[in-house]
C-alpha cells in the first residue's frame, strides 16, 4: 500500500522560505511522476509543480515558476518542494500525489484526477 506523508509546513513571513517534503513507501518510483497541489477550503485543488521520478523532468504552476524548486532524493523516496519569496497568496493546505506513470506530457500531470495517491496535507501559511 502506497503512503505519502508530507511535512514541513509553518507560518512565515511574505519574503521567506520553506521546504516541504514528502516521503514515499509501498512501491517504487521509478516510472512515477510525483506532484504538489495547494488547497484552500471550498476551493479546487491547484497544480502547483511535478516531477518525473526518473528522468527528473518537472512542470511549474505559472504563479509558483522562479520561486518554487521541486526535487527529489531516490535514495529516500521522498520529493521536496523548496518554496522561496513566499507571498500571502501562497497561503493553503500543500498535498504531495503520485501518478503512477511518467508516460505522459505535462498537461497531464496538471489535473489531479490523473493522480492516484496522496498524502495528508501540510498547512502552509504566510502572513504579510
Known amino acids: 500500500q502506497v503512503q505519502l506523508v508530507e511535512s514541513g509546513g509553518g507560518l512565515v513571513q511574505a519574503g521567506d522560505s520553506l521546504r516541504l517534503s514528502c516521503a514515499g513507501s509501498?512501491?517504487?518510483?521509478?516510472?512515477?511522476?510525483m506532484g504538489w497541489f495547494r488547497q484552500l477550503p471550498g476551493k479546487e485543488r491547484e497544480f502547483v509543480a511535478c516531477?518525473?521520478?526518473?528522468?527528473?523532468?518537472?512542470y511549474y504552476a505559472d504563479s509558483v515558476k522562479g520561486r518554487f524548486t521541486i526535487s527529489r532524493a531516490n535514495a529516500e523516496n521522498t520529493v521536496y518542494l523548496q518554496m522561496n519569496s513566499l507571498k500571502p497568496e501562497d497561503t493553503a493546505v500543500y498535498y504531495c500525489?503520485?501518478?503512477?506513470?511518467?508516460?505522459?506530457?505535462?498537461?497531464?500531470?496538471?489535473?489531479?484526477?490523473?493522480?492516484?495517491?496522496w498524502g495528508q496535507g501540510t498547512q502552509v501559511t504566510v502572513s504579510s
Open positions: 509501498g512501491r517504487t518510483f521509478s516510472g512515477a511522476a
Open positions: 500525489a503520485l501518478a503512477p506513470n511518467a508516460y505522459y506530457s505535462g498537461s497531464y500531470y496538471r489535473d489531479s484526477n490523473n493522480y492516484s495517491y
Open positions: 516531477i518525473k521520478w526518473r528522468s527528473g523532468i518537472t
